[in-house]
């Protein structure tokens, strides 16, 4: 077997291929390139960025400016562990950076990064997925427990009915019977969806779209709802019906979290790159964002809003969010939460590229 020589592939190709975001800077210091990890990392295009001073195309590198400088007049490079980067506005990067002279003519300086803050992501949605398949479980194991001897109390009063047809005893019965329905009711919705996706294409901006209308029906005047979508963003596979479920479910949780007077909810969709979902690594992956500018949710609650049951709301069944979730990784996706009074973001991640082994399950 005949492999491709190296010295075809190009260079430019190659570093778009890694997960480490990679700058090279000139002799002045502008930015000579960007792979597209440094595009994701920082949320800049390389047309943006190409020939602007650093400090200028990605701003986060302005506190370091001078270090950069001083490496470029000595000639020699060095390495920043757990670097945070902060831009004004935004929440701060925090990044493992190597710097080293470029060996080129006429050439700066060569910056390697390598995002901490995503090596945490990575092991909190781990836990976050292997949480819920515990939870899963547990929910599987106490519904059996609580249907067996519900299904024996409704076919007890149901024999009761029969042998007291007057209308005092069957008003006793009545009541077992509903409130024994009831809570049959309340199990099945906990174990959620008990058939599997149903796998086609979908256009995403259709599902946000279907989903925007509905929650404008159910909103007050009050409430802004927003678009802010990427029309570049490719057909996903998924089972419409549940992707619609689960972002309803998302958006009337955010709904009801709204403040009084002036609500705003803001439906954004991205594409990301390199995202790793579970142990597994995706080239590219659909964003869907819900936004809010509700109260937020306390920070004790954020690690247990997935979990059946939890909920701020008294008049809340806790199941919403759950559901989402489920419905989410059986597409093989993720759903996280951020959230901070004014400012509460439900994030869904949802995997482009197709995907053989989840289409031959479903």
């Known amino acids: 077997m005949k492999f491709p020589s190296l010295k075809r592939v190009a260079p430019a190709a190659v570093l778009d291929g890694l997960t480490t975001a990679v700058i090279a800077l000139d002799h002045a210091l502008r930015v000579a390139y960007l792979n597209s990890a440094g595009e ?21 590198f302005g506190a370091l400016e001078s270090r950069l400088r001083d490496a470029l007049d000595t000639g020699s490079g060095f390495i920043e562990r757990e670097l945070r980067l902060r831009r004004s506005g935004d929440e701060s990067i925090t990044i493992d950076c190597t710097v080293t ?85 309340l199990v099945n919705r906990m174990l959620g969806p008990n058939k599997m996706p149903q796998m086609a294409t979908v256009n995403v901006h259709e599902v946000v779209e279907h989903v925007r209308q509905l929650l404008e029906a159910e909103a007050s005047s009050a409430v802004l709802v927003t678009r802010d979508y990427d029309p570049s963003i490719p057909e996903v596979t998924a089972d419409r019906e549940q992707l619609i479920q689960a972002l309803l479910n998302i958006a009337r949780n955010a709904l009801q979290a709204l403040p009084e007077q002036r609500g705003i909810i803001v439906l954004r969709t991205r594409t990301r790159r390199q995202i790793t979902i579970g142990g597994q690594r995706h080239r590219l992956v659909v964003q869907i964002d819900i936004e809010d500018n509700g109260t937020g949710i306390p920070e004790p609650m954020l690690e247990r809003i997935f979990f059946p049951m939890v909920t701020t709301r008294a008049e809340g069944t806790g199941l919403g969010l759950p559901i989402a979730q ?37």
């Open 101 to 185: 002279p470029a060996q080129l003519p006429g050439a700066g300086l060569l910056l390697e990064m390598l995002p901490v803050d995503r090596h945490m992501r990575i092991s909190r949605d781990e836990l976050l997925l292997a949480q819920h398949e515990v939870s899963r479980e547990l929910i599987r194991g106490l519904a059996h427990e609580i249907k067996n001897p519900l299904g024996g109390i409704r076919g007890a009063a149901q024999l009761l009915e029969a042998e007291f047809p007057d209308s005092e005893h069957r008003e006793y019965t009545r009541v077992i019977i509903r409130e024994a329905d009831r809570l049959k009711n």
């Open 326 to 362: 489920y419905l989410i990784h059986a597409h093989g996706g993720l759903v996280e939460c951020t959230s901070r009074p004014g400012c509460t973001v439900f994030t869904i991640y949802l995997p482009l590229e197709s995907d053989d082994r989840r289409k031959t399950n479903h």
């Open 40 to 60: 994701t990392l920082f949320s800049v295009s390389r047309r943006h960025a190409f020939g602007q001073p650093l400090a200028q195309a990605i701003p986060h």
